[in-house]
């Protein structure tokens, strides 16, 4: 079974790549049911009615939800098509898109692809790295945001395909900066075609204004950019690996951060002391989730100033904190942890360094008293860190990650004795446990365990694998203790076939071990 990479992720659960999948297939067959289905007809027209389809049937509340799901398949098209198969799903679907301005697209003016009454058509092209715009595939363009750019040097070398330069992407780069100084209009595509120049073309009236006050997620990378809606409740500024222009770009956005936002992620972004204390002046108040994973806080000399600074401002509401991978040791996080807010549910603070005693210590002392999830691969050095932090964990936390760190059988034996009764996800992969402490640890399992990790523990073996059969919580569904030193194939077998037994029955599945087959 395989372990889900939780070092960059936000919550540990798992994918539901296939339940979206299996979503858009059943979506796909209501809708099509009486022949309402006319994907390829004008947004304008209205599908012949000959009868309601189920999907059609659903209260609009729903419509929309079902819309949402689809559309963080990553699949925007499918979105699209799901708001032309009847008049009263293209409401709530093209609502749903227009809501979530992610990975906006530029529009480029093509005199060389005008229509037949010699009005200029559009180039879609998209930002995939610093080095410039590239052609966006026509699926990919369907139902994507943009906006109309002007046409200049850069802009015509990547319509002609021609190598990028260092220098391109520089001007592109002031370009971006420049336009968060004035108003961009938001366009939804509602149709692409892909033309045999490689290009995807997209008409005039294949453009839908979108006003500003329905956008709520807006979602930046490499550009294009505009400023942040005035109601939008989410704003990403993700993957800007060009120093320079992260600083500026994320000074910039910092004023423009709206009184209704709540949710705000910079992931990979360098944040030095100026930048920061510009963005903690704007944050606002009511935020519930801050997300600064992947994001460099070290100062210009090394120190810790940002993340000093941050701690004395961090909003007082807030819920969820995401610093994963942001390597603060020391200062910085006893700055942090003595400043954490009683209100958090969620606290990541894994590839950070609890090295030092005073670190340790304030985060013990503040503790969230109604924490959830607490994530800190590879955060505890120091030897007796399980001995003072386990203690201290919260009973109401349900999900506890702690991979990476070499608890040993003792960590794991101070673990079991402080087990917080109600967890559902605890992860102890490459923790170099062995099967002693595997032997410890099952019989404190709480009974609302779902997913166990011991993975990558060379000392673990069948033997630990017997002892969690003979002791298994009712609700435990998921298991991986892939790459241990010791399982054996026949252990492995063990393993999965009882795994497979708990979860036919979490799914309501026949279990032919229960039944008396000759009866």
Same mark, same amino acid.
């Given at each position: 079974?395989?372990?889900?990479?939780?070092?960059?992720?936000?919550?540990?659960?798992?994918?539901?790549?296939?339940?979206?999948?299996?979503?858009?297939?059943?979506?796909?067959?209501?809708?099509?049911?009486?022949?309402?289905?006319?994907?390829?007809?004008?947004?304008?027209?209205?599908?012949?009615?000959?009868?309601?389809?189920?999907?059609?049937?659903?209260?609009?509340?729903?419509?929309?939800?079902?819309?949402?799901?689809?559309?963080?398949?990553?699949?925007?098209?499918?979105?699209?098509?799901?708001?032309?198969?009847?008049?009263?799903?293209?409401?709530?679907?093209?609502?749903?898109?227009?809501?979530?301005?992610?990975?906006?697209?530029?529009?480029?003016?093509?005199?060389?692809?005008?229509?037949?009454?010699?009005?200029?058509?559009?180039?879609?092209?998209?930002?995939?790295?610093?080095?410039?715009?590239?052609?966006?595939?026509?699926?990919?363009?369907?139902?994507?945001?943009?906006?109309?750019?002007?046409?200049?040097?850069?802009?015509?070398?990547?319509?002609?395909?021609?190598?990028?330069?260092?220098?391109?992407?520089?001007?592109?780069?002031?370009?971006?900066?420049?336009?968060?100084?004035?108003?961009?209009?938001?366009?939804?595509?509602?149709?692409?075609?892909?033309?045999?120049?490689?290009?995807?073309?997209?008409?005039?009236?294949?453009?839908?204004?979108?006003?500003?006050?329905?956008?709520?997620?807006?979602?930046?990378?490499? /550009?294009?950019?505009?400023?942040?809606?005035?109601?939008?409740?989410?704003?990403?500024?993700?993957?800007?690996?060009?120093?320079?222009?992260?600083?500026?770009?994320?000074?910039?956005?910092?004023?423009?951060?709206?009184?209704?936002?709540?949710?705000?992620?910079?992931?990979?972004?360098?944040?030095?002391?100026?930048?920061?204390?510009?963005?903690?002046?704007?944050?606002?108040?009511?935020?519930?989730?801050?997300?600064?994973?992947?994001?460099?806080?070290?100062?210009?000399?090394?120190?810790?100033?940002?993340?000093?600074?941050?701690?004395?401002?961090?909003?007082?509401?807030?819920?969820?904190?995401?610093?994963?991978?942001?390597?603060?040791?020391?200062?910085?996080?006893?700055?942090?942890?003595?400043?954490?807010?009683?209100?958090?549910?969620?606290?990541?603070?894994? /590839?950070?360094?609890?090295?030092?005693?005073?670190?340790?210590?304030?985060?013990?002392?503040?503790?969230?008293?109604?924490?959830?999830?607490?994530?800190?691969?590879?955060?505890?050095?120091?030897?007796?860190?399980?001995?003072?932090?386990?203690?201290?964990?919260?009973?109401?936390?349900?999900?506890?990650?702690?991979?990476?760190?070499?608890?040993?059988?003792?960590?794991?034996?101070?673990?079991?004795?402080?087990?917080?009764?109600?967890?559902?996800?605890?992860?102890?992969?490459?923790?170099?446990?062995?099967?002693?402490?595997?032997?410890?640890?099952?019989?404190?399992?709480?009974?609302?365990?779902?997913?166990?990790?011991?993975?990558?523990?060379?000392?673990?073996?069948?033997?630990?694998?017997?002892?969690?059969?003979?002791?298994?919580?009712?609700?435990?569904?998921?298991?991986?203790?892939?790459?241990?030193?010791?399982?054996?194939?026949?252990?492995?077998?063990?393993?999965?076939?009882?795994?497979?037994?708990?979860?036919?029955?979490?799914?309501?599945?026949?279990?032919?071990?229960?039944?008396?087959?000759?009866?």
């Amino acid at each position: 079974m395989q372990r889900g990479d939780t070092s960059n992720s936000n919550s540990i659960s798992i994918s539901r790549s296939s339940r979206i999948d299996g979503l858009t297939t059943a979506i796909t067959h209501l809708a099509l049911v009486d022949g309402v289905a006319h994907t390829t007809g004008h947004h304008h027209e209205q599908p012949h009615d000959t009868g309601i389809s189920p999907l059609e049937s659903l209260p609009l509340p729903l419509l929309e939800e079902i819309a949402i799901l689809v559309l963080w398949g990553r699949e925007r098209a499918t979105t699209m098509a799901l708001a032309r198969a009847s008049p009263r799903i293209y409401l709530p679907a093209v609502r749903t898109l227009m809501a979530h301005a992610t990975s906006p697209v530029y529009l480029i003016p093509s005199s060389q692809h005008a229509d037949r009454n010699g009005r200029d058509q559009f180039c879609v092209l998209t930002r995939k790295s610093r080095l410039g715009p590239e052609p966006a595939p026509a699926p990919q363009a369907v139902g994507a945001l943009g906006f109309l750019a002007e046409r200049s040097a850069v802009m015509d070398i990547a319509l002609a395909r021609e190598e990028m330069r260092e220098t391109d992407s520089e001007r592109l780069d002031l370009d971006e900066i420049d336009s968060l100084s004035r108003t961009r209009r938001w366009l939804l595509i509602s149709r692409a075609t892909a033309h045999e120049s490689g290009h995807t073309i997209v008409a005039r009236q294949d453009l839908l204004h979108v006003p500003e006050r329905l956008i709520r997620r807006v979602h930046y990378s490499l /550009g294009p950019f505009a400023p942040i809606p005035p109601h939008a409740t989410n704003f990403s500024l993700v993957n800007l690996h060009n120093g320079r222009f992260a600083v500026e770009l994320a000074g910039l956005f910092a004023p423009q951060l709206p009184p209704s936002l709540r949710e705000l992620t910079l992931h990979n972004v360098h944040l030095t002391a100026r930048t920061m204390a510009t963005l903690v002046a704007y944050l606002p108040r009511h935020l519930v989730i801050l997300n600064l994973s992947g994001t460099s806080m070290r100062g210009e000399t090394e120190d810790d100033a940002p993340a000093l600074i941050l701690a004395e401002n961090l909003p007082p509401r807030l819920r969820e904190l995401f610093l994963i991978g942001t390597e603060l040791r020391d200062h910085g996080l006893t700055a942090l942890c003595a400043q954490l807010p009683r209100t958090l549910t969620v606290l990541a603070l894994t /590839g950070n360094y609890f090295d030092s005693a005073p670190s340790l210590a304030a985060l013990i002392e503040h503790m969230p008293p109604a924490l959830e999830m607490l994530l800190l691969d590879g955060a505890l050095s120091l030897p007796d860190s399980a001995a003072l932090l386990f203690p201290a964990l919260p009973r109401s936390l349900l999900h506890l990650s702690l991979a990476k760190n070499d608890l040993g059988d003792d960590g794991v034996a101070m673990l079991a004795k402080h087990m917080p009764p109600a967890l559902s996800t605890l992860m102890l992969h490459q923790t170099n446990i062995s099967n002693h402490g595997v032997a410890t640890l099952v019989p404190a399992l709480p009974a609302s365990l779902t997913y166990l990790d011991l993975g990558e523990n060379m000392r673990v073996g069948d033997a630990s694998i017997e002892a969690l059969i003979a002791a298994w919580p009712p609700r435990l569904a998921f298991v991986d203790m892939d790459t241990c030193g010791m399982v054996t194939m026949f252990g492995m077998a063990m393993l999965d076939e009882r795994v497979m037994r708990a979860r036919s029955r979490r799914t309501g599945a026949v279990d032919l071990d229960a039944m008396d087959v000759d009866s």
